[in-house]
Protein backbone atom coordinates (compact mmCIF):
# COMPACT_ATOMS: atom_id res chain seq x y z
CA UNK A 1 0.00 0.00 0.00
CA UNK A 2 0.91 3.37 -0.86
CA UNK A 3 1.21 6.23 1.31
CA UNK A 4 1.18 9.69 0.54
CA UNK A 5 4.38 11.56 2.29
CA UNK A 6 3.42 14.52 4.86
CA UNK A 7 3.91 18.15 2.99
CA UNK A 8 6.64 18.39 5.54
CA UNK A 9 8.56 15.48 4.12
CA UNK A 10 8.17 17.12 0.43
CA UNK A 11 9.21 20.11 1.48
CA UNK A 12 12.39 18.55 3.05
CA UNK A 13 13.14 16.67 -0.21
CA UNK A 14 12.73 19.95 -2.72
CA UNK A 15 14.88 21.62 -0.91
CA UNK A 16 17.74 18.79 -0.38
CA UNK A 17 17.48 18.52 -3.82
CA UNK A 18 17.36 22.51 -4.49
CA UNK A 19 20.63 23.28 -2.19
CA UNK A 20 22.58 19.92 -3.34
CA UNK A 21 24.17 21.81 -6.53
CA UNK A 22 25.33 24.62 -4.39
CA UNK A 23 27.45 22.02 -2.12
CA UNK A 24 29.15 20.79 -5.02
CA UNK A 25 30.67 24.01 -6.41
CA UNK A 26 32.20 25.14 -3.17
CA UNK A 27 35.17 25.43 -2.49
CA UNK A 28 37.52 23.55 -0.48
CA UNK A 29 38.24 24.52 2.64
CA UNK A 30 41.87 25.37 3.62
CA UNK A 31 43.74 23.19 6.05
CA UNK A 32 43.61 25.07 8.93
CA UNK A 33 45.60 24.76 12.26
CA UNK A 34 44.29 21.22 13.14
CA UNK A 35 44.87 19.56 9.54
CA UNK A 36 47.65 18.60 7.96
CA UNK A 37 48.80 20.49 4.66
CA UNK A 38 49.54 17.38 3.10
CA UNK A 39 48.76 13.97 4.49
CA UNK A 40 51.15 11.85 6.35
CA UNK A 41 52.66 8.95 3.99
CA UNK A 42 50.82 6.20 6.71
CA UNK A 43 47.68 7.25 4.56
CA UNK A 44 49.17 7.87 1.18
CA UNK A 45 48.31 4.15 -1.29
CA UNK A 46 51.28 3.35 -3.09
CA UNK A 47 50.90 4.34 -7.09
CA UNK A 48 49.35 1.77 -8.68
CA UNK A 49 51.10 0.59 -12.10
CA UNK A 50 49.03 1.50 -15.21
CA UNK A 51 47.37 -0.91 -17.21
CA UNK A 52 49.39 -2.32 -19.93
CA UNK A 53 48.87 -1.21 -23.52
CA UNK A 54 46.73 -3.58 -25.85
CA UNK A 55 47.15 -3.53 -29.15
CA UNK A 56 44.17 -1.53 -30.75
CA UNK A 57 43.77 -4.06 -32.99
CA UNK A 58 41.89 -6.45 -30.73
CA UNK A 59 39.50 -3.99 -29.84
CA UNK A 60 36.09 -5.07 -32.44
CA UNK A 61 37.14 -8.62 -32.10
CA UNK A 62 35.45 -11.04 -30.72
CA UNK A 63 37.39 -13.67 -27.29
CA UNK A 64 38.35 -16.45 -30.25
CA UNK A 65 39.70 -13.61 -32.97
CA UNK A 66 41.69 -12.30 -29.86
CA UNK A 67 43.49 -15.94 -28.99
CA UNK A 68 43.62 -16.85 -32.79
CA UNK A 69 45.64 -12.75 -33.38
CA UNK A 70 47.97 -13.63 -30.23
CA UNK A 71 48.58 -17.34 -31.04
CA UNK A 72 49.68 -15.95 -34.38
CA UNK A 73 51.50 -12.68 -33.25
CA UNK A 74 54.12 -14.34 -30.54
CA UNK A 75 57.19 -12.81 -29.80
CA UNK A 76 60.31 -15.23 -29.84
CA UNK A 77 60.73 -16.03 -26.15
CA UNK A 78 63.43 -18.45 -24.93
CA UNK A 79 61.60 -19.52 -21.89
CA UNK A 80 58.21 -20.57 -23.90
CA UNK A 81 54.81 -22.45 -22.81
CA UNK A 82 56.14 -25.19 -24.69
CA UNK A 83 59.24 -25.55 -23.55
CA UNK A 84 58.63 -25.70 -19.78
CA UNK A 85 55.68 -27.87 -20.64
CA UNK A 86 58.71 -30.32 -21.92
CA UNK A 87 61.12 -29.23 -19.44
CA UNK A 88 58.00 -30.04 -16.69
CA UNK A 89 57.18 -33.57 -18.08
CA UNK A 90 61.24 -34.15 -18.45
CA UNK A 91 61.11 -33.80 -14.49
CA UNK A 92 58.28 -35.67 -13.77
CA UNK A 93 55.41 -33.40 -13.33
CA UNK A 94 52.48 -33.55 -16.08
CA UNK A 95 50.65 -30.63 -16.97
CA UNK A 96 47.04 -31.19 -17.72
CA UNK A 97 44.25 -28.91 -19.46
CA UNK A 98 47.41 -26.98 -20.81
CA UNK A 99 45.57 -24.33 -22.99
CA UNK A 100 46.15 -21.04 -24.44
CA UNK A 101 44.43 -18.10 -22.43
CA UNK A 102 44.53 -14.49 -23.25
CA UNK A 103 47.22 -12.64 -22.15
CA UNK A 104 46.44 -9.08 -23.29
CA UNK A 105 44.48 -7.87 -20.30
CA UNK A 106 48.05 -8.06 -18.29
CA UNK A 107 49.91 -6.89 -21.81
CA UNK A 108 51.25 -10.51 -22.41
CA UNK A 109 51.31 -11.26 -26.63
CA UNK A 110 50.62 -14.92 -25.72
CA UNK A 111 49.52 -17.30 -22.80
CA UNK A 112 48.99 -20.80 -21.79
CA UNK A 113 48.04 -22.22 -18.61
CA UNK A 114 47.12 -25.33 -16.70
CA UNK A 115 47.66 -27.50 -13.90
CA UNK A 116 49.93 -29.88 -12.75
CA UNK A 117 48.57 -33.55 -11.59
CA UNK A 118 49.15 -32.49 -7.90
CA UNK A 119 46.93 -29.10 -8.40
CA UNK A 120 49.57 -26.45 -8.69
CA UNK A 121 48.07 -24.11 -11.44
CA UNK A 122 50.55 -22.55 -14.12
CA UNK A 123 50.69 -19.98 -16.37
CA UNK A 124 53.36 -18.90 -18.56
CA UNK A 125 52.83 -15.82 -20.50
CA UNK A 126 55.22 -14.09 -23.33
CA UNK A 127 55.93 -10.49 -23.62
CA UNK A 128 57.17 -8.02 -26.19
CA UNK A 129 60.35 -7.91 -24.18
CA UNK A 130 61.41 -7.33 -21.07
CA UNK A 131 60.60 -4.06 -20.19
CA UNK A 132 57.05 -5.16 -21.12
CA UNK A 133 57.38 -8.41 -18.85
CA UNK A 134 58.48 -6.45 -16.11
CA UNK A 135 55.26 -3.98 -16.23
CA UNK A 136 53.30 -6.91 -16.66
CA UNK A 137 54.52 -8.39 -14.04
CA UNK A 138 53.94 -5.37 -11.50
CA UNK A 139 50.38 -5.06 -13.05
CA UNK A 140 49.67 -8.73 -12.30
CA UNK A 141 51.33 -8.52 -8.47
CA UNK A 142 49.27 -5.43 -7.88
CA UNK A 143 45.67 -6.18 -9.49
CA UNK A 144 45.47 -9.99 -8.26
CA UNK A 145 47.79 -10.87 -5.43
CA UNK A 146 44.68 -9.85 -3.20
CA UNK A 147 42.27 -11.91 -5.14
CA UNK A 148 44.17 -14.95 -5.41
CA UNK A 149 45.93 -16.59 -2.48
CA UNK A 150 49.04 -18.81 -2.75
CA UNK A 151 50.41 -16.77 -5.56
CA UNK A 152 53.56 -16.22 -7.09
CA UNK A 153 55.21 -14.74 -10.22
CA UNK A 154 58.61 -14.85 -11.81
CA UNK A 155 60.14 -13.42 -14.76
CA UNK A 156 62.52 -15.10 -17.07
CA UNK A 157 63.99 -12.14 -19.35
CA UNK A 158 60.61 -11.53 -21.15
CA UNK A 159 58.08 -14.59 -19.84
CA UNK A 160 56.14 -14.54 -17.02
CA UNK A 161 55.38 -17.71 -14.76
CA UNK A 162 52.38 -17.01 -12.81
CA UNK A 163 52.21 -19.73 -10.33
CA UNK A 164 49.12 -21.23 -7.54
CA UNK A 165 49.56 -23.31 -4.91
CA UNK A 166 46.30 -25.20 -4.97
CA UNK A 167 44.58 -24.12 -0.91
CA UNK A 168 48.44 -23.58 0.19
CA UNK A 169 49.00 -27.69 1.19
CA UNK A 170 52.90 -27.70 1.91
CA UNK A 171 53.10 -30.50 -1.26
CA UNK A 172 51.87 -27.40 -3.41
CA UNK A 173 54.12 -25.18 -2.57
CA UNK A 174 57.20 -27.92 -2.90
CA UNK A 175 55.34 -28.78 -6.03
CA UNK A 176 55.76 -24.83 -6.92
CA UNK A 177 58.75 -24.35 -5.92
CA UNK A 178 60.11 -27.15 -8.59
CA UNK A 179 58.34 -25.69 -11.46
CA UNK A 180 59.84 -22.13 -10.51
CA UNK A 181 63.43 -24.10 -11.00
CA UNK A 182 62.77 -25.06 -13.96
CA UNK A 183 61.33 -22.51 -15.21
CA UNK A 184 64.05 -20.29 -13.82
CA UNK A 185 66.32 -22.75 -15.80
CA UNK A 186 64.79 -22.16 -19.51
Known amino acids: MFTVPS???VRRVVLALA?????????????????P????????????????????????????????????????V??????????????GLALERWKQVLGSPIG??????GQTTGGTVVSVCEFAGEPEAAAGLDYSRATFDKLIPHRSLIRNQAAVL????SGGASENIVESKRVAEIFARL
Do not use: I, W, Y
Open 108 to 113: ARFCMA
Open 162 to 165: TLVA
Open 7 to 9: SST
Open 37 to 76: AEPSLATVAPPRPAKPATDPALGPLSLMERLGHEASHRPQ
Open 78 to 91: RANPERLASALAAG
Open 19 to 35: LAPACADRPAVPPGPSS
